[in-house]
């Protein structure tokens, strides 16, 4: 009691201190009980790929769907990526996703993975207040010498149609997805072959998923749409148009097929082919199968359901499929631009360009002969004369260490003068235009400097965005973090002449295009040719049918004619090209040469489109420099953009 009345006597005379104390314990209290996210209140679940499968050459979707029962919070999504990639480079470093949970709600995403780090296996962690509140290890099943062909349908029985079809040898695997399994990125889209889907289908996908799958397509994708109606805006109109439920004979499919017999009859919803489709099955007025072109991609469409009894009883049915993917490759007119991006040979390959850094301009050994020749006259035979001359000899112990101290310090200030004042960049990326002002850009950026510091980079938001190393160095200090209407790139610590690379892909909605209007005429090639995009073109070509038409530069808005005397015939326009353009054959711009030839791989001389090419100095954002105010000694870049164009022939009258 006594000590009680003490503590209250105390309180009686320092009320201000006892208040303060008060407080202070109440606020702690709060903030010890505020609600906090716990492993109990916050659960993930994830899906890899496409039905569990993926390629590892290539971005993978991750779909995320977190389940949040306690109150709002701020998360981020957080995966660590490494391993062998080409040679002695090595991916690594921490991707970042912010992600927002709801109070007692769901909320799901798409995060783009890099193939490799799946194949090595790796955990997503959700982070909340710094801290890790739980994980989902992401696995699945790598692919290769298939073609993954995606079935959007809400039954996993809806791919049985595919059951035995193979495109051009290579089978085919065909996955079940719902709607909302389908990504938001065009990226990601790249590890199907091709997507079949339903009109009702089509029309069930967000905006974003919608743009993305078009955006696919026009990049060289293929899409088989299975039934007529309206589709999303983005998709513009299909070869078939509606029209009433009718059965129709669907025999006309044994000759599309290679087949001895039809599958009879067959339901239809087919009004009318359009005036520009292609019709590959039926008749105009009752089509069966038709196509069109949807930029560098194709979308065909069938006006019956491929879950027709009829058809899944019939034999062929087979045999439809497969003719109908090996007719699509045989109608492809260019290459694909998103093909193989992370496949060591394929865009990956462009991280070479570290191997052309601009070395120490080190003074030639001619130089060093001279101030060595300099040292050891003025330290033996003048020295000696003129101490002799002076009769001083005992200040040799003093004029032969300062002769050595000035000497070395001569030879360190003379290789000082040749070290870079700041960070040397090699990039080299390549501008995909599709025609219709839209671009596909990828780009590897290799950055070294004489002091160990700091590297940060702002790129587009949508970028995929990779972060490599080529040297024993630990970069677990590398972060990639999406959102806030950028992707941020931060190399933190990086080591004094070590070289890092980042290497970044995205789409560009405002690259510019390439205005072409060519016509073909007794074996020659004529029209025009338009820079409708940001950048001076260098050294700008046309290829088509053997022939190597020469352009020049165009500024942004100038416009060239064709005529005859430009035309080169051309056996290996590749070749020819590297001898014309002389960008590609010298510095960094080797390392765009060597990768030329594999990224025409998919585009034939024959094809009924011309080739438009052209290299420019700048003008990628993929190639941005760092942003935190970092002094640069040498900056290089080069980017080559390329086109494909249609070539209209000119019919001559009475033929």
């Not at 919070?73 to 995966?79: D, P, S, T």
């Not at 909320?107 to 783009?112: A, C, E, L, V």
């Not at 052309?356 to 330290?379: C, I, K, N, W």
């Not at 190639?623 to 640069?632: C, D, E, F, I, W």
């Amino acid at each position: 009691m006594r000590f009680v009345s003490r503590c209250l006597r105390a309180l009686g005379r320092y009320r201000a201190l006892a208040c303060a104390a008060i407080t202070a314990a109440s606020l702690v209290g709060s903030m010890l009980l505020a609600p906090v996210a716990s492993a109990d209140s916050v659960s993930m679940a994830t899906a890899v790929g496409y039905g569990g499968y993926y390629v590892a050459d290539a971005w993978v979707p991750v779909h995320v769907v977190v389940r949040n029962e306690g109150p709002a919070n701020m998360a981020k999504l957080v995966l660590r990526v490494g391993g062998p990639s080409i040679g002695d480079r090595r991916v690594t470093g921490v991707l970042t996703w912010p992600l927002w949970l709801p109070k007692d709600g769901d909320t799901s995403t798409f995060i783009d993975v890099p193939g490799s780090a799946l194949a090595q296996g790796t955990a997503l962690d959700l982070v909340v207040g710094g801290r890790v509140v739980t994980s989902s290890w992401l696995g699945g099943n790598s692919v290769s010498h298939v073609d993954l062909v995606g079935v959007v349908s809400d039954s996993s029985q809806a791919t049985q149609f595919l059951a035995g079809t193979s495109a051009d040898g290579t089978p085919v695997l065909p996955v079940a997805l719902k709607a909302y399994d389908l990504p938001t990125s065009a990226q990601a889209l790249a590890n199907l072959s091709a997507l079949v889907a339903s009109v009702d289908e089509l029309r069930a996908l967000s905006a974003a998923q919608a743009r993305a799958l078009a955006n696919w397509v026009a990049q060289g994708g293929l899409l088989i749409v299975t039934g007529t109606g309206d589709v999303p805006s983005e998709f513009g109109q299909l070869p078939i148009s509606p029209g009433a439920y009718q059965v129709v004979n669907g025999d006309p499919l044994a000759n599309f097929a290679g087949t001895g017999g039809g599958p009879g009859q067959i339901e239809s919803t087919a009004g009318q082919a359009a005036a520009w489709a292609r019709l590959w099955a039926g008749s105009n007025a009752e089509p069966l199968v038709a196509s069109e072109t949807f930029g560098r991609g194709q979308i065909w469409q069938t006006a019956f359901s491929p879950l027709d009894p009829d058809l899944l009883a019939w034999s062929g049915n087979a045999q439809m499929w497969t003719a109908l993917f090996h007719d699509a490759n045989l109608a492809q007119t260019a290459d694909v631009a998103i093909s193989g991006l992370l496949r060591p040979t394929g865009g990956l390959g462009l991280t070479s360009v570290g191997d052309a850094l601009e070395p120490l301009r080190m003074p030639g050994l001619s130089t060093f002969a001279l101030v060595l020749l300099a040292y050891l006259v003025a330290a033996g035979p003048v020295a000696f004369f003129v101490l002799r001359r002076v009769r001083r000899a005992a200040l040799a112990w003093v004029v032969l260490p300062a002769l050595s101290g000035l000497t070395t310090v001569g030879i360190f200030a003379l290789g000082g003068s040749s070290r870079p004042a700041g960070l040397l960049m090699n990039g080299v990326g390549v501008m995909d235009l599709l025609g219709d002002g839209r671009a596909f850009e990828y780009g590897a950026l290799a950055m070294m400097s004489p002091d160990s510091g700091d590297e940060i980079l702002r790129l587009p938001a949508a970028d995929d965005v990779l972060t490599l190393q080529s040297d024993t160095e630990p970069v677990a200090n590398a972060q990639i973090e999406h959102g806030g209407g950028a992707t941020r790139v931060s190399l933190a610590d990086v080591p004094r002449w070590h070289v890092r690379y980042v290497f970044a892909s995205g789409f560009d909605e405002a690259a510019g295009r390439i205005q072409c209007n060519f016509k073909e005429a007794y074996g020659l090639l004529f029209g025009t040719v338009t820079n409708e995009t940001r950048m001076t073109l260098s050294d700008v070509a046309v290829v088509y049918d053997g022939m190597l038409v020469k352009l020049g530069t165009l500024a942004p808005g100038q416009t060239r004619s064709l005529n005859a005397s430009q035309e080169v015939q051309t056996s290996s326009w590749i070749s020819d090209y590297g001898l014309y353009n002389r960008q590609l054959t010298h510095g960094i711009g080797r390392t765009l040469g060597a990768y030329l030839s594999g990224l025409v791989a998919g585009w034939h001389a024959g094809s009924a489109e011309a080739l438009v090419v052209a290299t420019a100095s700048r003008g990628l954002l993929e190639l941005s420099a760092p942003s935190n105010q970092r002094a640069v000694a040498s900056e290089k870049t080069l980017v080559l953009v390329r086109e494909y164009a249609p070539v209209m022939p000119v019919v001559e009258a009475g033929s």
